[in-house]
């Protein structure tokens, strides 16, 4: 099994800076992608940002150009930079890892998730 264990949320201003981290343990052989989402009181959970092994990135929208994913494989840990945070950037902030196992003709597919760390953006 996996071990996600985030750290890094906290309360910060509007305009501000927090490094999220993700660290994995475990049984990490496989992982091949990391990501993020976010669940703010009364929303859906929606993607923040995710990057595979091959270093593809994709951001959401209201998120590109002030937040920044990345992962050191060699740590089994991804990182979130968020810049410039706003109000409504506020939310639990949940880390995923994608991986792969098994023979490659029966490929088995899973997700594990974080237990989540909240960011609050005060105006």
């Known amino acids: 099994q996996v071990q996600l264990v985030e750290s890094g949320g906290g309360l910060v201003q509007r305009g501000g800076s927090l490094r999220l981290s993700c660290a994995a343990s475990g049984r990490t052989r496989g992982i091949d992608a990391m990501g993020w989402y976010r669940q703010a009181p009364g929303n859906e959970r929606e993607l923040v940002a995710e990057i595979t092994s091959d270093s593809s990135i994709n951001y959401a929208d209201s998120v590109k150009g002030r937040f920044t994913v990345y992962w050191d494989i060699s740590k089994n840990t991804e990182y979130l930079q968020m810049n410039s945070l706003l109000p409504e950037d506020t939310a639990v902030y949940y880390c995923?890892?994608?991986?792969?196992?098994?023979?490659?003709?029966?490929?088995?597919?899973?997700?594990?998730w974080g237990q989540g760390t909240q960011v609050t953006v005060s105006s």
């Open positions: 995923y890892a994608d991986q792969s196992r098994g023979p490659v003709e029966r490929v088995v597919r899973s997700r594990h």
